[in-house]
């Protein structure tokens, strides 16, 4: 069984990878804790709500999180439209569940504490509220076994020719987690979630199997425009279900051990991972991270069909 916490920012892709966890298996899912990104705080949260709602999960915690960057002003894109999902958000029905009444932080912790065995961390937004968790709770770090991330380009960005999305935003909280701290870290960056798009053919099979299938779908069109305009890809690119495909079957992705680092300025690379792919005999100056650069990615791709069309 994968105890999972998924801390995320809904989200079109988040949508898909919350529905490819919430009724898997061998998956028990502790909670969904929401940060700000590719919407506003209040979008995600609701939208957090409303995704687990609609997999028949509302028993999931929902725990609020950062509404900014640790140390730098909101900064978005219209990659997911005015609700964070498409312009689908409004129909995919209202959740009847209210936020935990913890902050995710101490909703991390709680869960972290009480887990009889360590917790895979599987986030796929800002890492402002890992960042977080790791800089006021150290002592926690004994109970995660890993964090899973959706984060980082190492051979260029989404949001600008540099920059990843996900650590775009809060690039000081990336540099956190993917540098300076020493929690496992399994990175899943643009290098193998771009490889995974899949077309219409992969979503007609999701939008025809269920209901559920049906409304991911339906929320799908608006991000597709916006990576047809931006990066010339008339597919969809599902990044953050390829992060959480990994975190119930670890393995599916091909990990090298890489040093990182972040570009923290506030020029043309700001948001930036580096990855320094020299092979010397120098020992590297940071710990290293797991980067997956590799899959067989027509399994991939028929992981995630396959779960989402036969789960609902
Ligand atoms: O760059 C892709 C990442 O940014 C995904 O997590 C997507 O949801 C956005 O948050
Ligand atoms: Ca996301």
């Given at each position: 069984?994968?105890r ?18 919430a ?66 958000g409004?129909?995919?029905g ?49 109970k ?14 989404n ?53 559920v ?100």
């Open positions: 069984m994968r999972l916490i998924i801390d995320t920012d809904p989200g079109v892709d988040d949508a898909f990878a919350i529905a490819l966890a009724r898997h298996p061998d998956v028990d899912l502790l909670g969904v804790t929401t940060v700000a990104g590719n919407i506003g705080i209040e979008h995600t949260t609701r939208n957090a709500l409303n995704i687990l709602s609609l997999c028949g999960r509302e028993d999931v915690p929902v725990a609020v999180g950062a509404d900014k960057a640790l140390c730098r002003p909101p900064r978005t894109d219209d990659a997911h439209g005015n609700d964070g999902l498409g312009g689908h409004y129909n995919i209202t959740s009847s569940a209210s936020v935990d009444p913890r902050d995710a932080v101490t909703f991390m912790v709680d869960q972290l504490s009480a887990a009889t065995e360590p917790v895979t961390i599987v986030p796929i937004g800002p890492l402002t509220n890992i960042a977080l968790l790791l800089a006021a709770h150290p002592g926690i770090k004994s995660i076994d890993r964090l899973v991330i959706m984060g980082g380009g190492i051979s260029g960005g949001i600008t020719s540099t920059a990843e999305f996900n650590v775009w935003v809060d690039p000081e909280a990336a540099r956190r987690v993917l540098v300076v701290e020493d929690v496992p870290v399994t990175l899943v960056p643009l290098d193998i979630t771009m490889k995974c798009a899949v077309g219409d053919e992969w979503l007609s099979a999701v939008s025809s199997a269920n209901a299938g049906r409304e991911l779908a339906a929320m799908t069109p608006h991000y597709r425009e916006f990576y047809r305009q931006e990066v010339g890809r008339d597919d969809f690119i599902m990044h953050d279900a390829i992060a959480v495909a990994e975190a119930i079957r670890p393995g599916i992705l091909k990990t090298t051990p890489l040093e990182l680092e972040i570009d923290c300025t506030d020029g043309p690379g700001s948001g930036a991972t580096f990855a320094d792919l020299r092979n010397g005999l120098k020992p590297p100056a940071h710990r290293l991270v797991d980067v997956a650069l590799d899959a067989d990615v027509d399994e991939l791709r028929a992981f995630v069909r396959d779960e989402l069309t036969s789960r609902y």
